[in-house]
């Protein structure tokens, strides 16, 4: 098995051209007797993960090491703002980015002779969890709406994601305001789930986009500011276009999914009912808006047994339900990528 850093062309978040972001690419070790995939795997990283690090104890890097291990090409891009960017804000959520800079790398390996051997074919399976499950969705997306040529996502398997960011943000501000009446509010947990709000999803937001706020406008000694919580449940103009781009980066609300219609895409959901990280809302209203029209597998039994029950009901650790949750869609994938 050979994994490798590879820099590519493709663009900042602002849309300029850039040379200097990164990647990983793993394949197997191959001999006269291999037989090339007919499909291989694109790697959505979840949280904190930078598999172009090439570091071993990063669970993507392991995981797209275990699938070269069994034949597949891999290609796993790095976000921007980690790995050969890292001095910059990294791309959290940010949809359309983080699909423009993966299937750039996508294009990249699939036009380079060095990948034939190991791979003969057009197609690929997306995997991702948590925010790698975002972006999985993000990929599909782009890639069916834009119509590349020389690729086919076939499989897409998503869990653990904050498919409906306005709604995940939102319950949180919910939450704060002492008045939650969703889902999306129900178990948020303050030391856990606040600072994604004020390190990573605002700071990618208003770092690449004119909404004429800043973070210092929203965040306070590290706490969403009382202003910014009443103004954006209140419905004050201020905020429009951070909830506009709050929207742009949400699935459950896509509006022109009928373009996708007739795609052979199967598409593999999960989530737990116990997730106190990202609440299940946001794939319930995903299967719902997706199962009308496309092949979708909702594994609602996945990570839902008494086994998980009793998980959450003994501990409020709020990210190991969350955590066991992805290793178990893991384990699914790793059975069906045989």
Same mark, same amino acid.
């Given at each position: 098995?050979?994994?490798?850093?590879?820099?590519?062309?493709?663009?900042?978040?602002?849309?300029?051209?850039?040379?200097?972001?990164?990647?990983?690419?793993?394949?197997?070790?191959?001999?006269?007797?291999?037989?090339?995939?007919?499909? +291989?795997?694109?790697?959505?990283?979840?949280?904190?993960?930078?598999?172009?690090?090439?570091?071993?104890?990063?669970?993507?890097?392991?995981?797209?090491?275990?699938?070269?291990?069994?034949?597949?090409?891999?290609?796993?891009?790095?976000?921007?703002?980690?790995?050969?960017?890292?001095?910059?804000?990294?791309?959290? @959520?940010?949809?359309?980015?983080?699909?423009?800079?993966?299937?750039? $790398? #996508?294009?990249?390996?699939?036009? *380079?002779?060095?990948?034939?051997?190991?791979?003969?074919?057009?197609?690929?399976?997306?995997?991702?969890?948590?925010?790698?499950?975002?972006?999985?969705?993000?990929?599909?997306?782009?890639?069916? =709406?834009?119509?590349? *040529?020389?690729?086919?996502?076939?499989?897409?398997?998503?869990?653990?994601?904050?498919?409906?960011?306005?709604?995940?943000?939102?319950?949180?501000?919910?939450?704060?305001?002492?008045?939650?009446?969703?889902?999306?509010?129900?178990?948020?947990?303050?030391? &856990?789930?606040?600072?994604?709000?004020?390190?990573?999803? =605002?700071?990618?937001?208003?770092?690449?986009?004119?909404?004429? =706020?800043?973070?210092?406008?929203? #965040?306070?000694?590290?706490?969403?500011?009382?202003?910014?919580?009443?103004?954006? $449940?209140?419905?004050?103009?201020?905020?429009? %276009?951070?909830?506009?781009?709050?929207?742009?980066?949400?699935? &459950?609300?896509?509006? %022109?999914? *009928?373009?996708?219609?007739?795609?052979?895409?199967?598409?593999?959901?999960?989530?737990?009912?116990?997730?106190?990280?990202?609440? #299940?809302?946001?794939?319930?209203? @995903?299967?719902?808006? @997706?199962?009308?029209? +496309?092949?979708? *597998?909702?594994?609602?039994?996945?990570?839902?047994?008494?086994?998980?029950?009793?998980?959450?009901?003994?501990?409020?650790?709020?990210?190991? #339900?969350?955590? =066991?949750?992805?290793?178990?869609?893991?384990?699914?994938?790793?059975?069906?990528?045989?």
């Amino acid at each position: 098995m050979v994994a490798e850093r590879v820099t590519y062309h493709s663009r900042t978040p602002s849309g300029e051209p850039s040379d200097n972001l990164s990647g990983l690419v793993a394949r197997p070790l191959i001999d006269s007797n291999f037989v090339p995939r007919d499909r +291989f795997i694109i790697l959505g990283h979840a949280t904190g993960s930078t598999p172009g690090d090439l570091n071993t104890a990063d669970a993507w890097f392991i995981l797209a090491n275990l699938f070269a291990a069994r034949g597949y090409l891999v290609v796993a891009a790095d976000n921007y703002g980690r790995g050969a960017t890292s001095e910059a804000e990294e791309t959290y @959520l940010m949809a359309n980015q983080t699909a423009h800079n993966t299937l750039d $790398l #996508v294009r990249q390996v699939l036009d *380079d002779t060095e990948f034939t051997a190991v791979y003969s074919g057009r197609e690929a399976a997306v995997i991702g969890y948590s925010q790698g499950g975002h972006t999985a969705m993000a990929v599909w997306l782009m890639e069916k =709406l834009q119509g590349f *040529d020389d690729l086919d996502i076939s499989r897409v398997y998503a869990g653990g994601a904050p498919h409906n960011l306005f709604e995940t943000v939102r319950g949180v501000l919910s939450h704060l305001d002492d008045s939650c009446e969703s889902a999306y509010c129900e178990y948020v947990d303050e030391d &856990t789930t606040v600072p994604f709000a004020t390190d990573r999803i =605002l700071p990618a937001l208003l770092s690449y986009t004119d909404t004429e =706020l800043t973070v210092d406008d929203l #965040v306070i000694d590290d706490q969403l500011t009382a202003t910014f919580i009443s103004g954006f $449940l209140s419905n004050d103009a201020k905020y429009d %276009n951070l909830k506009a781009l709050l929207q742009l980066n949400s699935f &459950t609300g896509i509006n %022109n999914i *009928d373009v996708l219609s007739g795609s052979n895409t199967e598409i593999n959901l999960y989530h737990s009912n116990y997730d106190r990280l990202v609440p #299940v809302a946001n794939t319930n209203e @995903l299967f719902a808006l @997706l199962d009308a029209g +496309f092949t979708v *597998d909702y594994h609602q039994s996945r990570c839902n047994s008494e086994g998980y029950e009793t998980i959450f009901n003994t501990t409020d650790r709020v990210g190991l #339900v969350h955590t =066991l949750c992805g290793l178990s869609v893991l384990n699914d994938v790793m059975e069906d990528l045989q």
